[in-house]
């Protein structure tokens, strides 16, 4: 990177800021649909610990899709090797919310990532404890290192009154033997995952453990899953945009339709850019872009 960090994350933001107006934010979950879509902030984390921030950093936003990571890493801790006796690892070339791929492909989800995939994640956990949605709230306070992280039930309500597309997906999977306990809870706490909210500052310090080793790491075995996380971030994070993605940014990515991207270069920094209008794939324009130019030193 030629420029020091903080001016260059200063000339991304006025760059990549101004995109969003391409987009809108996600229109089918009514309490996403009134977000300000002039927000922009961007976060990155050294991992000597170095904090970098512009524009809105420290203003919490719905994380969605994002939970998937971390859903995802306890479950891995969890459940083990089972868990992918129930779901696949390869990249799903279509819409995160397909119900057909999963109908022609007998129930079982082509990746942890797509909806599908990480409902069958959510019942694993819930499995396990019913009460997982305080568990999981609990692991990203401490990941976060910061007691203030929580749900946003307004977003959590909004997903349950319109959510019928993961409904349909959950009694897909309960028909296929693909899901042990009931489609509703199941979707329950899978929506409440989803409605967490957190800042791009929070969410790039949760995400160290996949950057390096933790001292007094809130989640040690999280960390040993860090390189098949990062396999999975690379070739499925990015909704059936990944390829994209991985050939413009190249770093191990997830994203939300809240408008956040969570990307890490391992053993360097974790990074988060946050930006509520999307493109057609359910990406955020000026987030893609921030990092796009993250990744180039700041572009010409
Ligand atoms: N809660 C959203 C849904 O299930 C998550 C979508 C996303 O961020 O990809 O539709």
Redesign the pocket.
Known sequence: MTAPMQTLLDQIAAKARPLAAEGKP?Q??PALARVDPTKFGMALITAEGEEFTVGDADEPFSI???S?LFSLALAMEWVKEELWDRVDREPSGMR??SLIQLETEHGKPRNPFI?AG?IVVADALYHRRPNIEWGFRNQMRLLARDEAVTYDLEVHRS?IAT?D??RAIAFVLKAYGNLREDPLDVTRA??KF??MAMSARQLARAAMFLVAPQENDAAPAHGQSAPRLHALMRTCGL?DQSGEFAFQVGLPGK????GGILAVDPGKYAVVAWSPPLDRY?NSIAATAALELLVQGGGA
């Open positions: 996600a089918y979950i969605q899709s994002i998937k995160f919310n909806n990480a997903e959510g597309l993961n899978y929506f989803c409605s909704y994203s939300g339709v809240g359910g």
